[in-house]
């Protein structure tokens, strides 16, 4: 018998509907699972324990009378501690935030999933502000990722990659301001999508500007799909969110790759070295989109690392989060952090819009690029997990957490949506990641190619990770 642990959100509901197990069911095992995994991962700021137990009661009350409450009512759902969620502090990872607040708001994401019924397990890990590609932080220590504990669950959404890797919820809300939800997704063998800018509203507005997504972290691109019906709506606290969407995402799945012009870069022309597990994984994943009747071509954007634009936009943002900190505050900071805060006070007005001309234009190349393709295919990464506790892989000669990121962070400039899919596991059985983008806007695109990926077997499915215990 398949673990409760193991289903999707999908599965979840169609379980619930047929009375074969209920919300409360789930709600437990999911918690089992994070309480059991907690001490080698270190996935979750809190737990939720018995106020999650109530909300399955409740949604499996709403079951019986067959009168559920929205696509997701009694799935089991974390949501990344950057995120505002009523009743629980949002410490952002940092020791700098008071806890003792008015904790009395849900961000517009978190709402939409209360209104339609999901259960909240918990809080999870994020770096300080979410201002690096891994997660550890002064407040919570170091997330390590289910695969091997000695390595890196990537971020800065790590502890939500981590939690659904571990089958504690299906599904989880990540932020991704320079591949913040697919670096983890990648490194923790999940799928992951940042939508269209705007697509998924946001509020309090992030200080990263409108590099800062909010995007779905599940098992498939179907729980996915079905998560972006819930908390893609409007909110009119977001004033830079879009309107309505036009139709289901979910219903969209269907439809498959055949004529699709994909573009397959797995190097942006030679500017990434990539490890060749990965490049191997990624490619034979190509192949078998190719297979299913998807035009395909080597083919490369006209971009150049747009890495210095990209770090005075990010540590611009880092210093106005931290602008209004005093001494003692400051001390209390990730050291990394504290020092691309002091970067980003000397720039002046003239270098942020001169990297604002960069993504413009950067924007405007894509645009281009997708007058002639509908998608562009990379690996998500270049590598697989690292050292935990490490901002770069040793050896690397990077600096910073973008020097292994070349394939994330320019889409966030470009506010493209992007999505990971998991496609096989190096030597090490490290999960590796490729990465799918679609022009602004058509994200069912994204949704639907990585749907045909899982449907044809090409892609992993996110079971029990190796690190959960067997019988748990």
Not at 366 to 382: A, I, K, Q
Request: glycine share 12%.
């Amino acid at each position: 018998m398949t673990e409760l642990t193991d289903l999707t959100a999908v599965q979840l509901v169609d379980g619930y509907r047929k009375g074969e197990f209920s919300p409360v069911d789930a709600t437990r095992a999911a918690l089992e699972r994070a309480e059991r995994a907690e001490p080698a991962v270190n996935a979750f700021v809190r737990l939720f324990t018995d106020e999650a137990l109530a909300q399955a009661a409740d949604s499996a009350d709403r079951w019986r009378r067959g009168e559920p409450s929205g696509l997701l009512d009694g799935v089991p759902v974390t949501v990344k501690d950057i995120l505002l969620l009523r009743g629980a502090p949002t410490l952002r990872g940092s020791k700098a935030i008071d806890p003792h607040g008015r904790w009395d708001e849900d961000a517009p994401s978190v709402a939409r999933l209360r209104e339609h019924g999901a259960v909240f397990l918990g809080k999870t890990t994020t770096p300080e502000f979410g201002w690096k590609g891994v997660t550890d932080s002064p407040l919570s220590g170091v997330t390590r990722n289910p695969y091997d504990a000695t390595r890196t669950a990537g971020g800065s959404s790590g502890g939500s990659a981590a939690a659904v890797a571990l089958g504690a919820g299906p599904l989880s809300l990540g932020t991704d301001g320079g591949g913040s939800v697919r670096i983890p997704a990648a490194f923790c063998g999940i799928f992951a999508l940042k939508p269209t800018y705007g697509r998924v509203p946001l509020y309090p507005a992030s200080a990263f500007g409108t590099l800062a997504h909010v995007g779905p972290m599940t098992r498939d691109a179907a729980d996915a799909a079905l998560m972006m019906d819930v908390i893609s709506g409007p909110d009119g606290r977001d004033w830079s969110g879009l309107g309505p969407v036009g139709g289901s995402f979910a219903d969209a799945l269907d439809g498959g790759v055949r004529g699709m012009r994909i573009a397959y870069s797995p190097s942006l022309g030679g500017q990434v070295a990539v490890r060749p597990a990965v490049a191997a994984a990624v490619r034979r994943a190509v192949e078998r989109l190719a297979g299913l009747g998807a035009h395909v071509s080597e083919a490369d954007p006209d971009l150049t690392d747009p890495v210095e634009a990209f770090h005075v936009l990010w540590f611009s943002g880092a210093a106005r989060v931290t602008q209004r900190f005093g001494p003692h505050q400051r001390e209390l900071l990730d050291p990394g952090l504290r020092e691309i805060c002091g970067l980003g006070a000397r720039f002046g007005a003239l270098d942020y819009l001169a990297a604002v001309d960069v993504r413009m234009d950067l924007g405007r190349r894509m645009g281009r690029f997708h007058e002639s393709y509908d998608l562009l295919v990379t690996p998500t990464l270049p590598v697989t997990a690292f050292e935990a506790g490490a901002e770069v892989p040793a050896g690397s000669g990077h600096r910073r957490w973008t020097g292994w990121t070349p394939f994330t962070y320019p889409f966030n400039m470009t506010q493209q949506p992007a999505a990971t899919v998991p496609v096989g596991v190096d030597a090490d059985g490290l999960p590796v990641g490729l990465q799918i983008v679609a022009a602004r806007h058509r994200d069912d695109l994204v949704l639907r190619t990585a749907h045909a990926l899982y449907e044809a077997g090409a892609a992993a499915p996110a079971g029990t990770a190796p690190l959960m215990p067997a019988g748990s």
